[in-house]
C-alpha cells in the first residue's frame, strides 16, 4: 500500500517539529510553537489535494475529501492532536530507526545508558522483525499523537491516488492542547460536519476503544504558619505533615501503579510545599460514574476530617470535572463500532476492544455531539524517553482508515 520509507519519512518530519503544550499557559494554542506543525499540516493537505483546508485563529485544522460515489453515504471523520505532553520534553527530537529489530535491548544513548529492554518493556517482542522508530533518549518521540497524523495524512493521500477505492465525504480534523485536556474545547463540531468520526490516538496495534475513564483535576491547599524554628513550639504549623497526613489517607492501592482495567485510581501528580503552604495536584479517575462520584466525595470528607482535627481550615480543596465517559453516547451508535472492528479484520488485525485508561479529544468530542470512538495510532511508552513506535503498525492504521471509509460507503 504505502512504503515504509515514505510513511517513516513524513512521521519524522512531524516529530522533529517542537509542539509542546503548556497547562500554565491561557492562549489556544498554548504554546506559540504549535502554529509551526500546525501551518506545515495546512500546507500540506493542500499538496495532496485536500479540499476545503482550513485553519482558525485557534490553530484547529479542517479539511474535507469529498464522496466519489453517486449514493448518499454518511460523513465520516478522522482526528489526531498535533500537541506533544508537557511530562517530558519534546524539544530536539532525534529519531532512532532500527530496522529488523531482533528482540535484543536496544541501546538509547550509550553516553547515559539509556536502554530500552524488552525485559522491562515485553510488548517490544511483539514487533520482531519490524522496523521500530525510538527517541535517542532524551526526549520523548511524539508518536503520541503525531502518529495518528502521520496515518490520517497518508490515507488520505492514498484514496486520492486511488479513486478505484470508494468513500463518501471525509473530514479530517487537527488539534492543539490536547495532552493538557483542551483538544476539544474550541473544536467546532457544527463546521465538521460529520455524523461520527474516529480518533486516531490509541497505543498498540489492533486497540479499538469506545469507553474512557470520567476523569477530574484536584488541587488541595494546605495552609500552615512559619515561626522561627528556635522559637516555634507550640506556634509553627508545617504544612508539609498536614499534607502527609492527607496524601496517607487516601487508599493507598487505589494508585495508576496499582490499578489496571476498569479499576480506578487517585492520582498525585505534584507537590509544591514549604512549612507556610503546600500544594498537592491530582487527578481523579474512574470508569463508573457512580465509583467516580464517590472518589470525589472521599476527597471532599478527608478534607473536613482533617479541618475538624486541626479546628481551622486548613485545607482546602478544589475539585474540577474534566470529561466524562464516551461510552454513554457511543452505545447508541455502535454500528460505528462494529464498522473499525470489521474493517480491522478484513486487515487481518485482532481488534483489542478495551476501555482506555485515559481519555482522548474523542471523549468531549463525544458529548460535543459528534460520537468518537479511538482507534490505535501504533505507539508504545508515551511521554518518555521510552517511546516507540513500529512502522508497520502505522501502515496498518493508515490501512484500517481506508478501509473504514470503503465499508461506509457500502454498509449503509
Same mark, same amino acid.
Given at each position: 500500500m504505502i512504503s515504509k520509507e515514505h510513511i517513516a519519512k513524513r512521521f519524522i518530519s512531524y516529530v522533529?517539529?517542537?509542539t509542546e503544550s503548556d497547562p500554565e499557559s491561557n492562549t489556544t494554542p498554548s504554546t506559540k510553537k504549535q502554529w509551526n506543525l500546525a501551518n506545515k499540516l495546512v500546507e500540506e493537505l493542500k499538496a495532496i489535494g485536500m479540499q476545503d483546508v482550513s485553519i482558525d485563529e485557534n490553530a484547529y485544522i479542517m479539511a474535507t475529501l469529498p464522496s466519489n460515489v453517486e449514493h448518499d453515504v454518511p460523513t465520516i471523520g478522522f482526528i489526531s492532536h498535533f500537541d506533544t505532553s508537557p511530562d517530558f520534553t519534546g524539544a530536539n527530537v532525534n529519531p532512532q530507526i532500527i530496522e529488523h529489530y531482533d528482540g535484543h535491548d536496544i541501546i538509547l544513548n550509550a553516553e547515559e545508558n539509556i536502554i530500552l529492554s524488552p525485559g522491562y518493556f515485553e510488548d517490544l517482542l511483539l514487533y520482531k522483525g519490524q522496523t521500530l522508530i525510538t527517541t535517542d533518549g532524551t526526549t520523548l518521540l511524539g508518536a503520541d499523537d503525531k502518529a495518528g497524523i502521520c496515518e490520517i495524512i497518508s490515507a488520505m493521500e492514498y484514496l486520492i491516488n486511488h479513486p478505484e477505492i470508494k468513500h463518501g465525504d471525509i473530514k479530517v480534523g487537527f488539534t492543539p492542547d490536547e495532552e493538557i485536556g483542551r483538544g476539544a474545547h474550541k473544536f467546532d463540531v457544527d463546521k465538521f460536519n460529520a455524523d461520527w468520526a474516529y480518533t486516531m490516538d490509541g497505543s498498540q496495534i489492533g486497540e479499538l476503544e469506545y469507553e474512557n475513564f470520567n476523569a477530574a483535576s484536584?488541587?488541595?491547599k494546605v495552609k500552615g504558619k512559619i515561626v522561627h524554628p528556635g522559637y516555634a513550639k507550640g506556634k509553627m504549623v508545617n504544612s508539609m505533615y498536614i499534607a502527609q497526613e492527607f496524601i496517607s489517607s487516601l487508599p493507598r492501592m487505589e494508585t495508576p501503579e496499582h490499578t489496571e482495567g476498569y479499576q480506578g485510581f487517585f492520582h498525585l501528580h505534584n507537590i509544591d510545599g514549604n512549612v507556610e503552604e503546600t500544594t498537592l495536584k491530582y487527578i481523579i479517575r474512574d470508569h463508573d460514574k457512580g465509583h467516580f462520584e464517590a472518589r470525589k466525595e472521599v476527597m471532599i470528607k478527608l478534607t473536613n476530617e482533617l479541618n475538624s482535627q486541626y479546628n481551622r481550615e486548613a485545607i482546602t480543596t478544589e475539585i474540577k470535572d474534566q470529561y466524562y465517559? *464516551?461510552?454513554?453516547k457511543v452505545e447508541p451508535v455502535k454500528h460505528i463500532v462494529d464498522i473499525a472492528e470489521k474493517a480491522m479484520r478484513a486487515l487481518n488485525i485482532e481488534p483489542l476492544i478495551k476501555p482506555i485508561r485515559g481519555g482522548t479529544d474523542g471523549s468531549q468530542l463525544?458529548? *460535543?455531539?459528534?460520537?468518537?470512538?479511538?482507534?490505535?495510532?501504533?505507539?508504545?511508552?508515551?511521554?518518555g524517553r521510552y517511546e516507540y513506535v513500529p512502522v508497520e503498525s502505522m501502515i496498518k492504521a493508515t490501512e484500517v482508515i481506508c478501509k473504514i471509509a470503503e465499508i461506509t460507503a457500502f454498509e449503509n
Open positions: 522533529t517539529i517542537d484536584a488541587v488541595v465517559n *464516551m461510552k454513554e463525544s458529548y *460535543m455531539g459528534l460520537p468518537c470512538p479511538n482507534i490505535f495510532a501504533g505507539g508504545h511508552n508515551f511521554h
